[in-house]
Nanobody, 124 residues
Framework: QVQLVESGGGLVQAGGSLRLSCAASGNILGINAMGWYRQAPGKQRELVAN???????NYADSVKGRFTISRDNAKRAVYLQTNSLKPEDTAVYYC??????????????????WGQGTQVTVSS
C-alpha cells in the first residue's frame, strides 16, 4: 500500500545539525498532513512537527526555533532540518503521512502510515 522510507539520521555532537528525509511511495491518491515524531528510550512517541499539504506547520515547543519542517508535494517527500541539536533530542525519528490510497480491491481508504524510523543520537 504505502511505504515511507526515512534517511538522514546519525550521530552528531551537541550544537550540530542533521537533515532528515522521508519519501512516500505506493498506490497513493493524495497525502494530507505529513509529520515527524520521535521516541526516546523509555518514553512515549511524541510529535516533533507536522505540515499540511498547503504548507501550514506546527512544532513542538521543545524544537521551535531549531527545527524546520518542509515538504515537496511532487516528490511526496517531507524533510526535517534539525539545528542546534541537544542531547535530549536523541531518539528514533519516525515519518508519518495521512494518505488516501487505492486498495487492491479498488476502494479508496484514508489512513495514517509510518516509516521504520531513523536514529538520531546527539552527544554532549
Amino acid at each position: 500500500q504505502v511505504q515511507l522510507v526515512e534517511s538522514g539520521g546519525g550521530l552528531v555532537q551537541a550544537g550540530g545539525s542533521l537533515r532528515l528525509s522521508c519519501a512516500a511511495s505506493g498506490n497513493i491518491l493524495g497525502i494530507n498532513a505529513m509529520g515527524w515524531y520521535r521516541q526516546a528510550p523509555g518514553k512515549q512517541r511524541e510529535l516533533v512537527a507536522n505540515i499540511t499539504n498547503s504548507g501550514k506547520t506546527n512544532y513542538a515547543d521543545s524544537v521551535k526555533g531549531r527545527f524546520t519542517i518542509s515538504r515537496d508535494n511532487a516528490k511526496r517527500a517531507v524533510y526535517l532540518q534539525t539545528n542546534s541539536l541537544k542531547p535530549e533530542d536523541t531518539a528514533v525519528y519516525y515519518c508519518n503521512a495521512d494518505a488516501l490510497v487505492m486498495t487492491t480491491a479498488g476502494r479508496v481508504t484514508r489512513d495514517a502510515y509510518w516509516g521504520q524510523g531513523t536514529q538520531v543520537t546527539v552527544s554532549s
